[in-house]
């Protein structure tokens, strides 16, 4: 479920104790047009990859970004990307080790204003249990009931100890791993 809080700063001092206070809206993701999806590649050849189940508890207001806030919880198991191969050997060891590690872990820091009207959001990816911190910038629109948020931020796999050993290299399966996130919700 991802719930944005919508409404305005809580403000002390006499002049403001008489301003209205907006009650924060639920907002309710739609699954079926919700993504979060990985592109990396192997032997040369770029490959898009999607979890399937993820949770997401999110806070937000663009009137108040020190209270927003956004977690979400990735089941690794559920990972595919079209590849009968590649889907049986992800969730071994050398890559996610999903057995010993069943879950990624995503929450932000500090969210600020970014680019082009949009948001920047500090934050820590934990992935095997590895946390490092990160920054990704998104974009929230926010049209009466409906509700749509993208962003991406681009990972060192081997950061996160994900493809040690003999793939680490980034000769045969690329370093890099783009991370990108669709959400819609309706209140």
């Known amino acids: 479920m991802i719930a944005f809080r919508i409404g305005a700063p809580l403000l002390a001092g006499g002049l403001f104790l008489a301003s209205p206070v907006w009650a924060a809206d639920s907002w309710t993701t739609v699954p079926s047009d919700s993504a979060l999806t990985f592109q990396g590649s192997q032997m040369g050849a770029d490959f898009t990859g999607h979890f399937q189940s993820f949770s997401s508890d999110i806070l937000f207001s663009p009137d108040d970004l020190p209270g927003s806030k956004v977690d979400v919880t990735i089941d690794m198991m559920s990972a595919t990307t079209g590849s009968a191969d590649r889907d049986a050997q992800i969730p071994q060891g050398p890559w996610f080790a999903a057995e010993d590690h069943p ?85």
């Open 103 to 187: 879950t990624a872990h995503f929450v932000t820091t500090a969210i600020a204003p970014g680019a082009d009207g949009g948001y920047l959001a500090q934050a820590e990816l934990t992935i095997r249990e590895v946390t490092k911190p990160v920054e990704i910038p998104f974009t929230v629109a926010i049209d009466g009931a409906k509700a749509v948020a993208d962003g991406s931020l681009t990972i060192d796999r081997v950061d996160y100890h994900v493809g040690l050993g003999e793939w680490e290299s980034g000769d045969a399966v690329g370093r890099d791993v783009t991370i990108t996130f669709h959400i819609e919700a309706t209140k």
